[in-house]
């Protein structure tokens, strides 16, 4: 999911619903406004759809109105997937007797169920099937006198991952977990302005500039001009996820001081060092696999085409919940470009296989096309566990490489050669010269390698085995 919040300027709602179109890749389903104006108090506008379709019309945005406003673009990874509710976007929003508090959380609770289970329990009626709504209950039943000591209580009883933007009358607040495992980031806009967003693209599209990233385990608190900051959760290190640098983030956006395309584009560099091959064109899935095509060839010297052509009207194939609508994605999406193609060994590169479902599909769209040879590069080691922390991986039984070893899944997908890159290799192209730590890993990186840093607690009890 995508998050954006705004303090301190004239129609935060404007700035936030920029914000979360810069923001739409991370959550495409749905999104939500909740603005603060002294006048007015606290509106909400929930919608299906596109952020561009929804949160430019003057009847929806004159119902916005304040200096103080939060949003969130949903990507369903919890809840009921192929049926979505209104009731399930955010922002949640609940009242106190110290007033009204807005949350929007990008992430995954891991311990959701147990928590639901407990709260409906003491009596918290749920409005959404959303892990979510849990911090509001938890938040509702603190004895503190305000609002981010409230916040403070529910998320220490949350585990997994979690980075929250919240708001009150008067504050905007931003959370991370201990381990920072989704990003946020805190920017500067106007006069006395403070935006916080999922990523730093969000603060270009309005020109704000980047003060810094909220840190693992810190919360901030901005009102009046000022950020106030605290570490709730006790001392940490962090574990970034690092599928957000593989594949999640935008590439114009920064994360951790690394621009993320330059990041993709290295690993492609190291896949061309692991995995080399003769050929005579490196062509990217397109947008995902793109840049790390673009470094794979500059390393080895192959040619770069554009030999899938993808249509910018589509949006992000994986992102749609439906199985169904999954598989015709493929073709509604990309194209063959076959001049370019035809009688050629090419190298195909893509960001990840999960059910392997695009890359058999690409796979006959480009021998249909008259290929020569079809070579696979993947930038990303093989996808073997599922993610529990806010990407919507699926169960081990439908992840390919949970079930195959490489050269099963090179002969299932039907093509001549198959590489991943290494973990390893991942590791320095993030910046870590000697690749990955393993006695305390720099990221999370579980889906790769299983070794989830947050014991996936719900999981475990339906019986789920790491
Ligand atoms: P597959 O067809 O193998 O199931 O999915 C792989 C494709 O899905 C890749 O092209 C990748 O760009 C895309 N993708 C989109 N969202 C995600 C996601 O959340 N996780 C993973 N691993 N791949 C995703
Ligand atoms: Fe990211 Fe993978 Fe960890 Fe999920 S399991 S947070 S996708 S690295
Ligand atoms: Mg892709």
Same mark, same amino acid.
């Given at each position: 999911?995508?998050?954006?919040?705004?303090?301190?300027?004239?129609?935060?709602?404007?700035?936030?619903?920029?914000?979360?179109h810069a923001l739409q890749h991370r959550g495409q389903e749905a999104g939500g406004i909740v603005t603060h104006d002294p006048e007015h108090g606290f509106n909400s506008a929930h919608r299906f759809g596109y952020v561009r379709d929804n949160f430019t019309k003057p009847?929806?945005?004159?119902?916005?109105?304040?200096?103080?406003?939060?949003?969130?673009?949903?990507?369903?990874?919890?809840?009921?997937?192929?049926?979505?509710?209104?009731?399930?976007?955010?922002?949640?929003?609940?009242?106190?007797?110290?007033?009204?508090?807005?949350?929007?959380?990008?992430?995954?609770?891991?311990?959701?169920?147990?928590?639901?289970?407990?709260? !409906? #329990?003491?009596?918290?009626? =749920?409005?959404? @099937?959303?892990?979510?709504? +849990? *911090?509001?209950?938890?938040?509702?039943? /603190?004895?503190?006198?305000?609002?981010?000591?409230?916040?403070?209580?529910?998320?220490?009883?949350?585990?997994?991952?979690?980075?929250?933007?919240?708001?009150?009358?008067?504050?905007?607040?931003?959370?991370?977990?201990?381990?920072?495992?989704?990003?946020?980031?805190?920017?500067?806009?106007?006069?006395?302005?403070?935006?916080?967003?999922?990523?730093?693209?969000?603060?270009?599209?309005?020109?704000?500039?980047?003060?810094?990233?909220?840190?693992?385990?810190?919360?901030?608190?901005?009102?009046?001009?000022? !950020? #106030?900051?605290?570490?709730? =959760?006790?001392? @940490?290190?962090?574990?970034? +996820? *690092?599928?957000?640098?593989?594949?999640? /983030?935008?590439?114009?956006?920064?994360?951790?001081?690394?621009?993320?395309?330059?990041?993709?584009?290295?690993?492609?560099?190291?896949?061309?060092?692991?995995?080399?091959?003769?050929?005579?064109?490196?062509?990217p899935v397109p947008d995902s696999g793109t840049p790390a095509a673009i470094g794979y060839a500059q390393e080895s010297g192959i040619p770069y085409g554009m030999g899938i052509i993808r249509n910018q009207y589509m949006g992000r194939t994986f992102i749609e919940p439906?199985?169904?609508?999954?598989?015709?994605?493929?073709?509604?999406?990309?194209?063959?470009?076959r001049a370019l193609i035809a009688g050629k060994r090419v190298v195909l590169v893509d960001d990840s296989v999960v059910r392997g479902t695009t890359s058999r599909k690409i796979k006959d769209m480009i021998l249909d096309a008259g290929a020569a040879e079809v070579h696979?590069?993947?930038?990303?080691?093989?996808?073997?566990?599922?993610?529990?922390?806010?990407?919507?991986?699926?169960?081990?039984?439908?992840?390919?490489?949970?079930?195959?070893?490489?050269?099963?899944?090179?002969?299932?997908?039907?093509?001549?050669?198959?590489?991943?890159?290494?973990?390893?290799?991942?590791?320095?192209?993030?910046?870590?010269?000697?690749?990955?730590?393993?006695?305390?890993?720099?990221?999370?990186?579980?889906?790769?390698?299983?070794?989830?840093?947050?014991?996936?607690?719900?999981?475990?009890?339906?019986?789920?085995?790491?």
């Amino acid at each position: 999911c995508g998050i954006f919040g705004a303090i301190g300027v004239a129609d935060a709602s404007n700035f936030v619903a920029l914000g979360l179109h810069a923001l739409q890749h991370r959550g495409q389903e749905a999104g939500g406004i909740v603005t603060h104006d002294p006048e007015h108090g606290f509106n909400s506008a929930h919608r299906f759809g596109y952020v561009r379709d929804n949160f430019t019309k003057p009847d929806v945005m004159s119902t916005l109105p304040g200096p103080l406003a939060i949003g969130h673009v949903r990507y369903s990874t919890a809840g009921t997937k192929a049926n979505t509710a209104i009731r399930d976007v955010q922002p949640f929003f609940g009242e106190f007797h110290m007033g009204g508090c807005a949350i929007a959380h990008n992430g995954n609770i891991t311990n959701a169920s147990a928590l639901r289970r407990e709260l !409906i #329990e003491r009596g918290s009626i =749920f409005q959404s @099937s959303s892990d979510s709504e +849990c *911090i509001i209950h938890l938040m509702a039943r /603190s004895i503190q006198r305000n609002i981010p000591e409230r916040m403070k209580d529910a998320l220490r009883r949350v585990e997994g991952a979690f980075s929250v933007i919240a708001m009150t009358r008067t504050k905007l607040i931003g959370v991370r977990d201990a381990l920072g495992v989704r990003p946020l980031v805190v920017g500067r806009v106007g006069e006395d302005g403070y935006v916080l967003a999922s990523e730093t693209c969000a603060l270009d599209i309005i020109g704000a500039d980047f003060l810094r990233e909220v840190e693992p385990g810190e919360m901030v608190v901005i009102s009046k001009g000022k !950020i #106030e900051s605290s570490r709730p =959760f006790g001392p @940490s290190t962090g574990r970034f +996820c *690092i599928f957000e640098h593989v594949y999640f /983030s935008r590439p114009d956006s920064i994360i951790g001081g690394r621009s993320v395309y330059e990041t993709r584009r290295q690993i492609g560099v190291e896949l061309a060092r692991e995995a080399p091959v003769e050929a005579d064109l490196v062509c990217p899935v397109p947008d995902s696999g793109t840049p790390a095509a673009i470094g794979y060839a500059q390393e080895s010297g192959i040619p770069y085409g554009m030999g899938i052509i993808r249509n910018q009207y589509m949006g992000r194939t994986f992102i749609e919940p439906s199985e169904q609508i999954r598989n015709m994605g493929v073709r509604l999406k990309l194209n063959v470009n076959r001049a370019l193609i035809a009688g050629k060994r090419v190298v195909l590169v893509d960001d990840s296989v999960v059910r392997g479902t695009t890359s058999r599909k690409i796979k006959d769209m480009i021998l249909d096309a008259g290929a020569a040879e079809v070579h696979f590069r993947i930038a990303s080691p093989p996808t073997a566990w599922p993610c529990f922390y806010g990407v919507d991986t699926p169960d081990r039984d439908k992840l390919l490489a949970a079930n195959m070893t490489p050269d099963q899944m090179r002969d299932w997908i039907g093509v001549d050669s198959l590489s991943f890159v290494s973990l390893d290799g991942l590791y320095r192209a993030v910046g870590e010269a000697t690749g990955r730590n393993s006695a305390c890993p720099q990221y999370c990186d579980a889906c790769f390698s299983g070794d989830y840093p947050v014991a996936p607690f719900d999981q475990l009890e339906r019986g789920f085995r790491m």
